[in-house]
C-alpha cells in the first residue's frame, strides 16, 4: 500500500477532493508504525506513511467509544470470535460513527454492523 501499487494514494485524494471525509485512530497509527519498524527501508517508508495520511482525520476514541467496544466484544464473544484489542477499538469507532472500513481484512466481517470496503480487490 505505501508504495502505492493499487492507487489507494491516488484515489483518497481523488475522493477527498469529490468532498468525502478519511479519518483513523491513534491505536491504528500505533500498529502502523510497529509494522514500519520490521521494514528494512523503515525512513522510505514513514515518508511514505505520512504521505499517505496528509488528508486523513484523526478521530479520537472517546468514553461512548467504550460503550460500543464492550458490544462488540460481547457478541464476537457470544460467536466464538476474537478482534485484537486494536481492531475492536477501530470497529467500535466505526460502528458509533456509521462510517465505511477500508480494509482487507477479513476479520472485521465478523462484527455486525461493520461496513467494509477492500480498494485492494475493488477498482
Known amino acids: ?26 491505536p491504528v497509527l500505533c500498529e502502523l508504525e510497529a509494522g514500519l519498524l ?46 485484537s484489542q486494536v481492531d475492536m477499538m477501530l470497529a467500535s469507532l466505526c460502528r458509533k460513527r456509521k462510517l465505511t472500513l477500508l480494509t482487507s481484512d477479513l476479520d472485521f466481517a465478523a462484527p455486525p454492523d461493520i461496513r467494509t470496503e477492500n480498494w485492494l480487490i475493488t477498482p
Do not use: H, S
Request: a positive charge; aromatic letters at 12%.
Open 1 to 26: 500500500m505505501l508504495d502505492d501499487a493499487f492507487g489507494t494514494r491516488r484515489r483518497v485524494l481523488q475522493l477527498v477532493n469529490q468532498g468525502y471525509r478519511f479519518g483513523t485512530c491513534i
Open 38 to 83: 520490521q521494514t528494512a527501508r523503515y525512513k522510505r517508508n514513514r515518508v511514505r506513511l505520512g504521505q499517505l495520511l496528509k488528508p486523513v482525520r484523526l478521530w479520537p476514541l472517546e468514553l461512548e467509544d467504550a460503550d460500543f467496544f464492550g458490544q462488540i466484544y460481547a457478541e464476537l464473544r457470544a460467536k466464538g470470535r476474537v478482534l
